[in-house]
């Protein structure tokens, strides 16, 4: 790596960035330096725009995502140049980021979170296997972010107070996150079994005894979707999506899951109403079998709304075959998105 991409890293890292994005961020700008073949002196337009214009090695074009993630790092890069290693010009100035489709993120339903937690124990032999579940209580019941339950201290657990202390969030920003009764047996379990073996600090450890990495854990959420035999793409952050969107269909108010999100502007927050209004929607939908069709208009203008509003494939089904952990979720009020 390049001796300035080396420097910039440290910077981002020294800012508080999120370890695996500043490592991330270092990766795009030393291919950056590699496509344009030379080292990092002061970048030209032209160059920016050719690089975010290149292939993927198949040589299929690159996703929207991909180029605005290639840019997010260059513009850090260039405003870390500008201030530190004497740049006078900005080579992203007029270069916009493009437009997405936007998506709807997947998300578990209370039943399928359920069947997950119980696929993960089934699933973890026994070595693990109360780290697992500790692991997916917090992704699921905190809502955090996976980099931030990796970095979680065994002394950042306050079971007795029922909250997670201290958690290092983006920007720098730190909270107190609370737990609920789930979540805090679940860790408890794991903390006891967890006991002495090891100096390392951290809460959650791999089967070495050292701090269990962000990839180890989307492996194993990876490992219990397939045990699970859902298709829904499920993910570490589909825990945090599923966190929000089932919070906010019990009822709780926006600004309160903006700030157990811990997002800084509640439009961001307000993207998981969408997922609600369309649960709510599928469920009067279902209920449409109890009137009697003969009592119905035939008439187009009458037809029964299931034929004029969308079936949400990605939601449904709503509910599903109940569990004892079900049952202790639902007695919880739903799930925490901290």
């Known amino acids: 790596m390049h001796t300035s991409v080396d420097a910039f890293v440290r910077h981002l890292l020294s800012d508080h960035l999120a370890p695996r994005t500043a490592k991330t961020y270092g990766a795009i700008l030393t291919s950056l330096f590699s496509f344009r073949g030379g080292d990092p002196v002061p970048l030209t337009t032209a160059e920016v725009q050719a690089f975010l214009a290149r292939s993927r090695q198949d040589g299929s074009r690159r996703a929207a995502s991909a180029r605005n993630l290639d840019l997010a790092a260059i513009r850090s ?29 997947a998300v578990l339903t209370a039943a399928e979170l359920g069947k997950f937690f119980e696929v993960t124990a089934r699933s973890s032999r026994a070595p693990v296997r109360s ?62 079994e967890r006991g002495e073996r090891s100096k390392e600090t951290a809460l959650f450890l791999s089967a070495r005894g050292t701090r269990i990495s962000i990839r180890a854990v989307e492996s194993m959420i990876a ?63 279902r209920l449409e079998g109890t009137v009697p069709i003969s009592l119905l208009p035939t008439s187009p203008m009458n037809r029964p709304l299931s034929e004029n509003i969308p079936k949400p494939s990605a939601l449904t089904p709503l509910e599903g075959p109940t569990s004892p952990l079900r049952s202790t979720l639902d007695d919880e009020h739903g799930l925490v998105a901290a």
């Open 223 to 285: 490992r219990i979707r397939r045990a699970l035999g859902s298709a829904k793409h499920i993910t570490p952050h589909t825990m945090r999506h599923t966190a929000a969107t089932l919070t906010l269909s019990l009822g709780t108010d926006l600004s309160t899951v903006a700030e157990l999100l811990r997002h800084s502007d509640i439009n961001t927050t307000r993207r998981y109403l969408h997922l609600v209004d369309t649960r709510r929607r599928e469920a009067v939908r």
């Open 77 to 105: 890069f260039v405003a870390f140049a500008r201030r530190h290693l004497g740049w006078m010009t900005d080579p992203t100035e007029g270069i916009p980021f493009v437009r997405e489709a936007p998506q709807d993120p």
């Open 131 to 192: 780290r697992n579940l500790a692991v997916v209580a917090v992704l699921s019941q905190v809502g955090l972010r996976v980099h931030e339950a990796v970095g979680l201290n065994l002394q950042q657990v306050d079971l007795d107070g029922a909250t997670l202390v201290a958690v290092r969030g983006k920007g720098g920003t730190v909270h107190d996150l609370p737990l609920n009764r789930p979540a805090v047996t679940l860790l408890r379990t794991w903390i006891d």
